[in-house]
């Protein structure tokens, strides 16, 4: 009777031993630092690409534009805390405001959020160098590119 008592298992330790297991092999598989430096190259590499899209279009047009960074501290499981920046832009009563959510997500490398007056927009780090817009919800999520078509659609929208 106690050899068969080892293999009846609640729900809940089995799924306790089971995590244990894949989050540790999980875990040992990814170098943390390098995933860690990555992402914050692709964070900065993004807001170049937003002054490339953004602020030189701004500047260009005529607009008084001012930008500006905000150091914030992050924690992600595996990686722990470290420190990042929003990126503020702000030009005639616009701000638009970009702030990295970690590098921890399904699907993707990365997730920096883009707040504008009206809405939240998801951009995610589909590859190490590619941004992508998260347009859609549930089944009707589709990603788009990051570029200067579509960031002037979503200013039309939320503006």
Same mark, same amino acid.
């Given at each position: ?9 609640? =729900?809940?330790?089995? =799924? ?7 989050t540790s092999a999980a875990h040992k598989n990814v ?22 899209? $953004? ?14 960074? !905000? !150091?914030?501290?992050?924690? !992600? &499981?595996?990686?722990?805390?470290? %420190?990042?920046s929003n990126y503020i832009i702000e030009a005639e @009563?616009?701000? $638009?405001?970009? =702030? ?6 399904? @699907? ?6 883009? %707040? %504008? ?8 780090l589909q590859n190490w160098n590619t941004w992508r ?9 589709? *990603?788009? &590119?990051?570029?200067?078509?579509? *960031?002037?659609?979503? *200013?039309?929208?939320? $503006?």
């Open positions: 009777m106690a050899a068969s008592s080892k293999h009846v298992k609640t =729900f809940k330790d089995f =799924f306790y031993e089971r995590k244990k297991h894949s170098d943390w630092e390098s995933r860690k430096a990555q992402w914050l190259l692709a964070v900065d590499q993004l807001y170049r690409l937003v002054d490339e899209l $953004i602020v030189r279009n701004f500047q260009a047009s005529g607009i008084q534009v001012s930008t500006r960074k !905000e !150091e914030v501290k992050i924690y !992600e &499981d595996y990686i722990g805390s470290y %420190l990042t @009563g616009i701000a $638009i405001k970009f =702030f990295p959510v970690g590098t921890i997500i399904i @699907g993707a490398f990365g997730r920096v959020n883009m %707040l %504008l007056p009206n809405e939240t927009v998801g951009l995610v817009i998260i347009t859609g919800i549930g089944s009707a999520m589709k *990603l788009v &590119d990051f570029n200067e078509g579509q *960031l002037v659609k979503l *200013l039309q929208e939320n $503006i």
